[in-house]
Structures are given as C-alpha cells and as structure tokens.
C-alpha cells in the first residue's frame, strides 16, 4: 500500500517537472524570450512566419509586456507596427504595457507608449494605474507624463481606496509636494469654471430680462 502511494507521488512529481520543461521550451522558442532577451531579428523571422503579436505566454504575458519591462523601444516599435494591442493586459493580474513601463521607471518609453495611444486610465487586478505603479516606486518624471496626458487618473482608487498620490514613499518629498500643487490647481481651476458658469448664466438671464422689457 505505501509503496503505491509512494510510485503515485512519484509520478505526479515527474509529471509535474515534465510539464514546465516544455513550458520554459515553448517560452525560450518563442516571441516571449526574444522581446526580453531583444532579439530584434528573431522576433522579424517569428512575425513573417505568422507569429501572433499578441500571444501570451504561460504566465499570461505578451511579447509587448516583456520588451516593455526591459525597456526595449525599437521591439515595441517592431511589435505595434505589426498589429501588437498597446492596451492588452495580462491574464491575471491584468496589467498593460504601460504599467509595466511605469512601474519599471522606463521614463522615454512611457513617452513613447502614451505617444502611441496607451491608455493611463486603466485598472489593473489590484485597481491600480500605471499612475499608481510609478508613484509607489517615487518615479517623479513618469509621474508628470502620466498626469500630464490625463489628468483625471489621478482620482481614481485602487481596490484600497487608495490614490496614486497616497501611495508615494515618505522620502519622496518633492513627489508628494507635486500632487499637493496638482490638487490645488485643480480646486482654483473648478472655482474659476463655477464662477465663469455663474456669469454666463446671470448675463443670460440678464439678456432676457432687457428683451422682454424691449418687447413690452
């Protein structure tokens, strides 16, 4: 009886060791490993041959993820310009190109991302932005290109509740003093629109009430 169970256990580990060798095969003949090892050439002759740009890997990665976590342009150019989504997120945690851009600190592919139409806006699993990512690493620049290219992200919470601007390191000051000037334009900016609102509405009722007079 033991012996069964130990020849049983025995195998499932075997199974178990067979079926990651394969899968590091596939990942190492694959698209996966040469966006991250930056095999510009192999990746062409995997794409003419009708590699999907947008594969994900066994862990759910795509190619676009890896040459952005590396900080790999030229195979981020490549893989756009032969249909990659800008946008994909992965299987499980459900993060873009961009978050992994952002929270790597790769500030001129960040550029370049939003450049080609990334979304800032999106969520990941855990709900973070990539505003989110950069600003737990205190990445201050990437920061700045996040906000600058929609400034309405950095309202949005994580399934904390939690903003990006919360999230900042202590010893990241001038981070932090960037969200406290970022917050305070946006409330001098509301009270400006309210007020040019309330001016539009009295001059128009103004405006009416002179007709009416006119009329009568």
């Given at each position: 009886?033991?012996?069964?169970?130990?020849?049983?256990?025995?195998?499932?580990?075997?199974?178990?060791?067979?079926?990651?060798?394969?899968?590091?095969?596939?990942?190492?003949?694959?698209?996966?490993?040469?966006?991250?090892?930056?095999?510009?050439?192999?990746?062409?002759?995997?794409?003419?041959?009708?590699?999907?740009?947008?594969?994900?890997?066994?862990?759910?990665?795509?190619?676009?993820?890896?040459?952005?976590?590396?900080?790999?342009?030229?195979?981020?150019?490549?893989?756009?310009?032969?249909?990659?989504?800008i946008n994909i997120t992965t299987r499980s945690g459900g993060a873009s190109p961009l978050h992994r851009a952002a929270y790597m600190g790769?500030?001129?592919?960040?550029?370049?991302?939003?450049?080609?139409?990334?979304?800032?806006?999106?969520?990941?699993?855990?709900?973070?932005?990539?505003?989110?990512?950069?600003?737990?690493?205190?990445?201050?620049?990437?920061?700045?290109?996040?906000?600058?290219?929609?400034?309405?992200?950095?309202?949005?919470?994580?399934?904390?509740?939690?903003?990006?601007?919360?999230?900042?390191?202590?010893?990241?000051?001038?981070?932090k003093n960037s969200y406290h000037i970022q917050l305070n334009l946006c409330v001098v900016i509301d009270w400006i629109m309210f007020d040019v609102t309330v001016i539009a509405v009295w001059f128009r009722l103004?405006?009416?009430?002179?007709?009416?007079?006119?009329?009568?």
């Amino acid at each position: 009886m033991d012996h069964k169970h130990s020849s049983s256990c025995h195998c499932a580990v075997k199974q178990t060791s067979v079926n990651q060798t394969l899968s590091e095969l596939d990942f190492e003949r694959g698209i996966w490993s040469a966006a991250l090892n930056g095999e510009t050439k192999r990746i062409e002759k995997l794409l003419a041959k009708g590699t999907d740009p947008n594969a994900l890997d066994t862990s759910g990665y795509t190619a676009l993820h890896y040459a952005c976590r590396n900080n790999n342009e030229d195979i981020a150019t490549l893989l756009l310009s032969h249909g990659a989504d800008i946008n994909i997120t992965t299987r499980s945690g459900g993060a873009s190109p961009l978050h992994r851009a952002a929270y790597m600190g790769h500030v001129r592919l960040t550029k370049f991302l939003l450049n080609k139409g990334a979304n800032p806006s999106l969520q990941d699993t855990d709900g973070k932005t990539a505003l989110h990512k950069a600003s737990e690493k205190g990445w201050t620049e990437i920061c700045r290109l996040l906000y600058e290219a929609d400034p309405s992200v950095s309202h949005l919470r994580d399934t904390r509740g939690m903003t990006a601007a919360e999230l900042v390191p202590a010893d990241n000051p001038e981070l932090k003093n960037s969200y406290h000037i970022q917050l305070n334009l946006c409330v001098v900016i509301d009270w400006i629109m309210f007020d040019v609102t309330v001016i539009a509405v009295w001059f128009r009722l103004g405006r009416n009430g002179c007709n009416r007079t006119s009329s009568s």
